[in-house]
């Protein structure tokens, strides 16, 4: 490629309409976004800029430090599901045949040709109280008590008379499932495009060499897929940190994320800098997390220079 000093015509063509679309549309709301979050609330309708960082002092309040705690570990152990549910299908798609591997890729991309808040619905409709989830195990636990009272072993003495059903909504289970659910394809993507580019030479000279599967899985096939192992972690936990739809509908509002309370900051509580202070750690976090991956990488492409 030539050197953009060599054809600034055409260098100029391309970054410009590029450089002031993302200044129009992220530096600058990102500066209101900063201005607000160092202001005041006056009135339900003023707020003066009097550069105070009393908004940030005030995430360090138990509830908001609860808050944040609550929401890292929300999508860390989501995250360590995707990754855990993710590493095994990427590896089953990587190596089915060739013409089996485009149906199971479409399998994986499928949900993102539906709106996330239909799907979030359907899974209200599987994990309600009433839903299908229970109703299977409702049926499961009838025909389960009709088995055992036909082979006479007092079933009612055994599983009980009635049915109770396992509530999902409002807890944090019926929230981390619903992360997973959405994020799980963000996961399998990349690890699936690491393992297609590795050389499968070496998983055949560690099994000739007489290494089992699981020897061979740990000191092999992961550590040479453990950049898209990274890249999926990085990919699917910080969407899920920032989540807002799926903890406010399956949360119920009794499991909040920290988007939910920026939300009412801004909509009901009429908190206009405090949200902006709540937002902008939210992307200082983010720029933490981004930091320390990159230097992750860096620093092992140097180690396999070396």
């Not at 490629?1 to 260098?11: G, P, T, W």
């Amino acid at each position: 490629m030539e050197h953009y000093r060599q054809n600034l015509r055409a260098f100029a063509a391309f970054f410009v309409p590029s450089a002031g679309w993302l200044l129009v549309f992220f530096v600058v709301p990102l500066a209101i976004i900063f201005v607000y979050s160092v202001s005041e609330t006056i009135s339900l309708t003023e707020i003066k800029t009097t550069w105070t960082f009393e908004n940030y002092a005030r995430l360090l309040e138990p509830e908001i430090l609860t808050l944040f705690w609550r929401s890292l570990w929300l999508a860390g152990i989501s995250t360590v599901i995707c990754l855990c549910v993710g590493y095994p299908v990427a590896l089953v798609i990587a190596t089915a045949p060739a013409k089996v591997k485009p149906w199971l890729l479409l399998l994986i991309i499928l949900p993102f040709w539906t709106n996330l808040l239909i799907r979030t619905y359907a899974l209200l409709n599987i994990l309600g109280t009433r839903g299908r989830l229970n109703g299977l195990l409702e049926w499961i636990w009838t025909q389960g008590d009709r088995a055992l009272t036909f082979i006479g072993l007092g079933a009612y003495d055994l599983i009980g008379e009635d049915f109770e059903p396992i509530t999902f909504l409002g807890r944090w289970s019926g929230v981390i499932i619903g992360l997973v659910y959405v994020h799980l394809p963000f996961a399998i993507l990349p690890i699936y495009a690491s393992l297609e580019k590795l050389d499968r030479s070496y998983l055949e000279a560690s099994l000739d060499l007489g290494a089992g599967q699981w020897r061979t899985f740990r000191s092999i096939l992961l550590p040479m897929t453990m950049a898209g192992v990274m890249t999926a972690a990085i990919i699917t936990f910080i969407p899920m940190l920032g989540s807002f739809l799926t903890p406010a509908l399956l949360g119920r509002g009794q499991v909040d994320m920290i988007a939910n309370v920026i939300e009412r900051q801004f909509k009901g509580a009429n908190e206009l800098p405090f949200g902006s202070a709540m937002s902008l750690f939210l992307l200082y976090v983010t720029f933490i997390i981004l930091a320390i991956q990159s230097f992750a990488a860096s620093r092992g492409s140097r180690r396999g220079i070396k």
